[in-house]
């Protein structure tokens, strides 16, 4: 009897699953034609800002900064931009701000940040930002601020946070970097 409801059951398993994976969904790509005239510079840009704006509700907004915010003998951090991320259907939003790290020890650090504020208002409970960089290596950092209870602080003027830099063995402090990139 046991060996007949084994049987049974996985059946049941069997044909439900097969059953869930016979459906598939594609999606359309639609191909870019560049001109001779502009390379095909305007045409990518019409096609990213189309990708900031999708079907979903989701939408995008891209601050281009391109300032180095820490060189030392430890690291140096370039802030590429901030992303204003906004998605109308679950009603969230968040800022992502792209760091690019460079490691200029031969020892793997830690890079965090600390301390951060928008327009004057702290923020530091709902950022998102520790990377690991082995020696001499790089690495594209993301550091994401989103607020799960209410609404998200307006970035109009700046922000504010510490770079710290540390030891991955021995976690002890290697730098401190001070940063506040007005907009």
Not at 64 to 76: P, R, S
């Amino acid at each position: 009897m046991k060996k007949i409801t084994i049987l049974v059951m996985s059946l049941l398993v069997i044909i439900g699953l097969a059953a869930c994976g016979g459906e598939t969904e594609g999606k359309e790509v639609s191909s870019v034609e560049s001109s001779d005239k502009n390379d095909g510079k305007e045409v990518e840009k019409e096609a990213a800002e189309e990708e900031n704006e999708d079907s979903k509700g989701e939408k995008s907004k891209v601050e281009e900064v391109g300032k180095v915010i820490a060189d030392d003998d430890y690291i140096k951090a370039t802030l590429v931009n901030v992303e204003h991320n906004v998605d109308d259907t679950f009603d969230e939003e968040k800022y992502v701000i792209n760091i690019d790290l460079e490691n200029k020890t031969g020892n793997k650090i830690i890079v965090q940040a600390r301390d951060v504020s928008i327009d004057g208002t702290m923020v530091d409970d709902m950022v998102f930002f520790s990377e690991e960089i082995a020696g001499d290596k790089n690495a594209n950092g993301k550091m994401e601020i989103q607020n799960y209870d209410g609404d998200l602080p307006t970035m109009d003027d700046n922000i504010e946070f510490v770079l710290l830099v540390a030891d991955d063995e021995s976690f002890e402090d290697l730098a401190e970097h001070n940063v506040k990139v007005d907009f």
